[in-house]
């Protein structure tokens, strides 16, 4: 038994490139440094005694930021190439966290929250040019899967440390996040050669053709699929938001306790995702496991309606959530990438980032209003309705594609 589980991982693990490893390792050190964004709310709420509405609107100047990084972050990366991107877009995102701690009105944290997203959104395009870089088609699913793995092991760390320097002084939050950040661009110079890539170089040794590229912005079914995308992501991205103020207000919880049980689904994930992808991966279609992900994280939601406020009840809902994101967002990720060529990579990576940007305007925004008029029940219904909607769509998707 424990033979065969292991012979198992070494397969799901086997045949990645040296440099998808080291890009894994600089994603690790960035995101066990994600302390900010989880806790922004309750420290808003709680520590600078903000209404929960300007708040609210705080985290979607936060989303707007985000909308204009992705977008450049693809422009710049299409132009310039990814490496450059992402080592600047590091350094600029942990100066900016280090700052951000000394902001305490809503105007200059809103100020400053807004160029945060913007750095680090702008990161994200060229961190997924630079993955499918280092991939191959055959292990393009498993090079992305191993990538949220870094990712969430990371999750996995900073939150829970996050909640114990919360609980001692929010400002600690801060400067951890932004040296990480820091530290991950180190990291990157070191462990990875610089790329040339981009238009600027193709120009230079004239191998591409501007009038044969395809623009994502005119790709029909890639658009509804961007859609669908941002809908899935308002609901996803009510664990940064909502879920937490309703794990301490509600629950009970500590900002400890909160901090673990968020912790939870970057754990799960780095036990378990690559497994699980290996498993899937070429069973069906990346559109048929999308769906089934989003349907999973509506019922996730579900929970908190259906049974008693308990620990036991956020421990159980992260779980549910956690495991519709396994199956889905990996497949999301080949998905996009099958439709892009190396020219034109920039620009669907950046539609696809911008997705979740525009999520994460709208979704502290209207999470919050409905959290703040109508109560928590009547939230997790409507975001448990949306997902069904997002699920149906995913199913026209297939049909037409």
């Keep these: 038994m424990i033979s065969n589980t292991i012979s198992l991982y070494k397969q799901a693990y086997a045949g990645l490139s040296k440099n998808t490893w080291y890009l894994a390792i600089v994603l690790f050190i960035n995101r066990s440094g994600t302390m900010v964004i989880p806790f922004m709310l309750p420290y808003m709420i709680d520590g600078l005694h903000f209404d929960a509405g300007i ?39 942990g100066l900016i966290f280090i700052a951000m701690g000394f902001m305490h009105t809503p105007i200059s944290l809103g100020i400053t929250i807004f160029f945060l997203s913007l750095a680090g959104e702008a990161f994200r395009p060229a961190n997924s ?12 699913t498993r090079s992305y899967a191993i990538h949220r793995l870094a990712v969430n092991l990371g999750w996995g760390i900073g939150p829970a440390i996050g909640g114990i320097l919360a609980d001692i002084n929010y400002q600690l939050l801060f400067w951890a996040d932004g040296i990480t950040c820091i530290a991950a661009a180190i990291a990157m110079r070191v462990l990875l050669p610089a790329i040339k890539s981009g238009k600027r170089h193709a120009e230079k040794t004239k191998t591409i053709s501007s009038a044969n590229i395809k623009s994502a912005y005119r790709d029909k079914l890639y658009l509804f699929f961007i859609f669908l995308t941002i809908a899935y992501a308002f609901c996803f991205f009510q664990m940064n938001s909502t879920v937490p103020v309703f794990y ?8 400890t306790q909160s901090g673990f049980v968020m912790a939870l689904n970057g754990i799960i994930i780095a036990l378990f995702e690559l497994i699980l992808v290996f498993k899937l991966e070429g069973k069906r279609s990346n559109i048929t496991f999308m769906g089934i992900g989003v349907l999973l994280t509506g019922i996730s939601f579900l929970f908190f309606n259906i049974f008693s406020y308990s620990v036991l009840l956020a421990i159980g809902a ?11 967002m990996p497949f999301m990720n080949s998905h996009w990438i099958s439709l892009s060529t190396e020219q034109n990579r920039g620009q669907y990576a950046a539609l696809y980032t911008m997705a979740f940007s525009f999520a994460q305007i709208f979704s502290p925004l209207i999470g919050t209003q409905l ?31």
């Excluded at 301490?248 to 900002?255: H, T, V, Y």
């Design 248 to 255: 301490i207000k509600e629950l009970g919880m500590s900002k």
């Design 371 to 401: 959290m703040k008029n109508l109560g928590f029940t009547y939230l997790w219904y409507v975001i448990a309705l949306i997902c069904l909607f997002t699920f149906i769509g995913i199913r026209l998707l297939k049909k037409w594609q």
């Design 55 to 93: 708040a609210g609107l705080i985290m979607a100047l936060f989303g707007i930021g985000a909308v204009l990084g992705a977008y450049l972050g693809g422009l710049l990366s299409d132009r310039l190439g990814f490496y450059p991107i992402q080592f600047i877009t590091l350094i600029l995102n």
């Design 318 to 328: 992260v779980s549910v959530i956690t495991i519709g994101e396994m199956i889905s």
């Design 129 to 140: 040019a630079a993955i499918a870089h280092y991939s191959s088609p055959e292990n393009r």
